[in-house]
């Protein structure tokens, strides 16, 4: 069932009805300024930190689902109701939500009239900017009151939420014509405030909650609204909120438009005041200025539109396969660049209280967007590889405010060091840019330990290699990609850490997986060496790598896939012998992306495996049999009911790793399959039984295992999006840059007859054609660069500025 559908030529997917499964959300704003907004015009909003600088209030597990919002209610004699439907849920006689790239568009109609919320956060601004358009399309004349309300989140969104005994003193606002200001703070340690205008002088306003809702009242009933109207209340302490009233008179045919805004400013401390206790607001007003227009509205969002266009057009394909097209072209990379802005931190799942940046997400996220900002992805690079330790682990997470290693989380996470050396690579093989491996850059955050970026990679590379166990396979430390697969950490009490209660870093808990990584990105390491001429070093990588491929195909081989690790007493994980949990699949995805047991037949074998043990019909789980009870040797893994999350949940971020793996090995057809099963524009018609936003991937689907197989959760913030995007623009649709040049190898469905892709690389625009009327699953037969045959597959980087036609015909 479906709830809405894609509208491709507005790149905008358009909700019919406000009772989706969950609020469906959509992310404006991608500089500083942020609201997550739901389609029923539910959400908040916050500046550059959602904890620390929270804008508006948000009730996460809140019943009923989704209070706070940007909402307006309109009464209509004795009809009250909301454009979006909430919070008063009175039955609408038209809805629809548009969301688009950086902007919704919520429409709802009642008794002859319509009711239109544009919503976009102008690029450049720290301003959410809403319009309101309202029609008469009855006969007679329509009075109505319009209320639009938010309310203040006093700024820590984590005191707020908890800090009441001081809270509900401190709350001021400032009311001037038609702007109301928030200044909690203000008066003390804070130089910034937020402004929530109309450019319409209001007939009421309110700005205590208490006196717009009522004491006992509600956002689905205010007292306000439901009784005499607004009441002039200030503010002192308890909730501010922002509430106005508008009376309008529409004639029949007539209709009529407000602009309202909710911007954030900061002051310089000496000019905070205009006198005692009044904010300066010479800068609110000029941003109110900035919009005073309707002109200026719709400049900001042509500016919006704009921005998007040239993001996307760093990679477009035409493939005649709409639901690709869609994927590909618009919301895959969308979801990339919300990755990119939020990390893990605000989502509907997310509270934006919790953790900062992961290392390892960080460096992943970045192999999804790096095609379409560069100059953004270098910096991450940089700000993530000052979070590393001398001897080349890493701090877990990291502060995006503060940009400094999270000490409680600390550091041991074995995989997080590979992961620099992949996201570096990246970079290089985009952009070609060599200098930032002499960028000089901080060990622990301290600039006394700076060195160039390159000793950083050494160092990851380094680390894992010094860091072996028993069986010559990297120590797991206490968690490697799965964070919840602890096998040094030993649990008992609720409330405690899986990750870093106990000893927590063993000297025999081994990983596979990581194994699988040192090989795949110790060779990109190598490739780094040669290219800089060092290769010495590379020689003595690859032996320390050969080493390892054969641990993994001896000690991580277990006969038909490969193993997960070695818990800490030297027990197999992820093996044949083990009563649950007998097969993983991280291994089988990293250990033959890495090309290892790719000639000697492993592979295939561990991919078979995987299709004939781990696939379900909403994607691959991943691992069987799921643990049935809480086991102290391995950790929080255990502790998710059978089918959730790590314990045999379809944990979309590892699917794109076997399509990888099986392109990897020339299996066209079964790497496509794998990618439409979880790709959300092929499932969108069972909305109903997945539940989240049919436009973007979602951390996790339920596996088989669990009563509500097929329901997903934690959509936005997952790494899956970046690694759907890489396997499907790379290893499926074979357009890869590398260091020297794009490299033209298309893995597909043999009945894929050919497609068309334009690419922007290192600015070059490269057209490029695949014929594959041979009906073949992989290879290159022919290239053509500009009419002319190149030998191999291999375009060499042509100077910036110029379009290139390439063709390519498999067979
Ligand atoms: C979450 C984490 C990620 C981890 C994954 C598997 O998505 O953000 O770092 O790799 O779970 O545990
Ligand atoms: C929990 C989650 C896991 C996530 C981790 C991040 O363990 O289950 O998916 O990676 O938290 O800290």
Not at 3 to 29: C, K, Q
Not at 234 to 262: I, K, M
Not at 701 to 730: H, M
């Amino acid at each position: 069932m479906q709830y809405g559908h894609f509208d491709d030529a507005r790149r905008e997917y358009v909700i019919t009805t406000p009772r989706t499964p969950l609020p469906w959300i959509n992310y404006l704003g991608s500089e500083a300024f942020f609201t997550l907004l739901s389609n029923t015009a539910g959400g908040y909003s916050f500046y550059k930190d959602a904890r620390l600088r929270r804008i508006t209030r948000y009730r996460y597990n809140a019943s009923p689902l989704d209070g706070e919002g940007f909402r307006v209610y309109i009464r209509d004699g004795e009809t009250v109701w909301n454009p979006g439907w909430q919070p008063v849920q009175t039955e609408l006689d038209r809805y629809v939500c548009r969301h688009g790239l950086g902007y919704s568009v919520i429409e709802g109609a009642k008794n002859g009239v319509t009711a239109t919320q544009e919503f976009l956060v102008s690029h450049g601004d720290d301003c959410l900017l809403m319009r309101l358009t309202l029609r008469n399309d009855s006969a007679e004349e329509k009075r109505l009151d319009v209320f639009p309300y938010i309310e203040f989140c006093l700024w820590d969104a984590m005191d707020d939420s908890s800090n009441f005994q001081r809270n509900f003193s401190t709350g001021e606002v400032e009311v001037c014509g038609a702007a109301i200001y928030h200044k909690t703070e203000y008066r003390e340690r804070r130089d910034h405030y937020a402004v929530f205008w109309c450019d319409r002088a209001p007939d009421g306003f309110d700005t205590a909650r208490e006196a717009f809702l009522g004491a006992y009242g509600s956002p689905a009933r205010p007292a306000a609204v439901f009784g005499d109207g607004c009441t002039g209340s200030l503010a002192h302490g308890w909730q501010p909120v922002a509430a106005q009233q508008h009376t309008l008179t529409l004639a029949p045919g007539a209709s009529v438009r407000l602009l309202f805004g909710l911007g954030y400013i900061e002051n310089p401390r000496a000019e905070k005041w205009e006198r005692p206790g009044v904010v300066n607001k010479t800068k609110a007003e000029a941003m109110m200025a900035r919009y005073a227009t309707h002109a200026a509205f719709d400049a900001a969002m042509e500016a919006l539109r704009a921005h998007w266009d040239s993001l996307l057009s760093a990679y477009q394909v035409r493939s005649g396969a709409e639901k690709l097209d869609r994927m590909v072209n618009i919301w895959n990379q969308y979801q990339c660049m919300v990755t990119f802005n939020m990390s893990r931190s605000a989502s509907y799942f997310e509270s934006g209280m919790g953790r900062g940046m992961g290392f390892r997400d960080s460096c992943q996220d970045l192999l999804g967007f790096v095609h379409m900002i560069p100059e953004r992805a270098r910096e991450r690079i940089l700000d993530i590889a000052a979070t590393q330790f001398p001897d080349g682990s890493a701090y877990h997470q990291y502060q995006p405010l503060t940009k400094k290693g999270n000490l409680a989380v600390g550091s041991g996470f074995n995989d997080d060091p590979l992961w620099l050396i992949a996201g570096t690579d990246a970079y290089l093989r985009e952009t070609g840019d060599w200098s930032i491996l002499d960028e000089r850059v901080d060990f622990d955050n301290d600039p006394s330990l700076a060195r160039p970026l390159l000793e950083h990679l050494r160092r990851s590379f380094d680390y894992t290699r010094t860091h072996l166990g028993p069986h010559g396979l990297p120590l797991i430390g206490r968690a490697d990609w799965n964070d919840c697969l602890n096998l040094n950490c030993f649990s008992s009490e609720p409330g405690e850490s899986f990750q870093t209660t106990g000893p927590s870093e063993g000297p025999v808990a081994e990983s596979v997986f990581i194994g699988g990584m040192f090989v795949k990105y110790g060779r990109a390491w190598v490739d780094i060496l040669r290219h800089l001429g060092q290769t010495g070093e590379a020689g003595a990588a690859e032996t320390d790598i050969a080493a390892m491929e054969k641990a993994v195909l001896t000690a991580g081989w277990d006969g038909a896939w490969f193993r997960r690790a070695y818990d800490a007493e030297g027990r197999v994980v992820g093996g044949a012998e083990c009563d649950e949990g007998q097969i993983f699949i991280e291994p089988q995805g990293m250990c033959v992306m890495a090309g290892i047991g790719a000639e000697t037949g492993e592979a295939a074998t561990a991919l078979q495996s995987v299709e004939a043990r781990l696939d379900t019909r909403y994607g691959i789980v991943l691992l069987q049999p799921a643990y049935t009870r809480y086991r102290l040797e391995l950790g929080e893994i255990s502790s998710y009911p059978p089918g959730y999350k790590e314990n045999a949940g379809i944990f979309c971020h590892n699917n794109p790793w076997i399509v990888c793996a099986e392109a990897e090995l020339g299996h066209g057809d079964r790497a496509f399959a794998v990618y439409r099963r979880t790709a959300p524009a092929y499932i969108e018609d069972i909305s109903d039984v997945h539940r989240t936003e049919p436009y973007v991937y979602s951390q996790m689907i339920a596996g088989r295992d669990a009563p509500s197989f097929g329901e997903a959760k934690n959509s936005w913030l997952t790494g899956t999006a970046a690694w759907t995007f890489l396997s499907i623009s790379q290893a499926i649709l074979g357009v890869k840059p590398e260091l020297d040049g794009l490299r033209i190898d298309p893995c597909i469905p043999a009945d894929c007859k050919g497609f068309e892709i334009t690419r922007r690389w290192r600015g070059a625009t490269y057209h490029i054609t695949v014929d594959n009327a041979a009906g073949v699953e992989r290879g290159v037969a022919a290239i053509t660069v500009d009419g002319a045959p190149v030998p191999g597959s291999l375009i060499p980087p042509a100077a910036p500025g110029k379009c290139v036609e390439v063709t390519a015909v498999m067979g």
